[in-house]
């Protein structure tokens, strides 16, 4: 599976940004998707995740309450929706599949996931 990410963009703290990841390939619906962020000299750490067939989802503290991961399955295609954003939420976004839905844990390793976008900035103002 072949994932584009896109969305990013210049924003001030407080605005919104919606990041979108389309698969291409394969269809979405035997992976988890998760959006990873990695800022300058930071490791790459998960944000949120979504598994395809159950709906359910994930959150870290940092995003729970002001990030929203959804699907549309016509589309193929993940969202990320980013509100309340601030200056340390930038970071080149990324997007990442993992084949398989039966698992009875998150998967929040960004060595868990076999598949990558190429990324795209969101870059956050003071």
């Known amino acids: 599976v072949q994932l584009q990410a896109s969305g990013g963009g210049l924003v001030q703290a407080g605005g919104s940004l919606t990041l979108s990841c389309a698969a291409s ?23 949120a995740a979504i598994n395809w ?11 729970t309450g002001r990030f929203t991961i959804s699907r549309d399955n016509a589309k193929n295609t993940v969202y990320l929706q980013t509100n309340s954003l601030k200056p340390e939420d930038t970071a080149v976004y990324y997007c990442a599949a993992r084949f398989g839905t039966y698992t009875s844990r998150w998967r929040i390793n960004a060595n868990e996931y076999n598949h990558w976008g190429q990324g795209t900035l969101v870059t956050v103002s003071s």
């Open 25 to 47: 390939g394969r269809s979405f619906s035997d992976y988890v998707i998760g959006w990873f962020r990695q800022a300058p000299g930071k490791e790459r750490e998960i944000v």
């Open 53 to 63: 067939r159950t709906d359910s989802t994930y959150y870290t503290d940092s995003s």
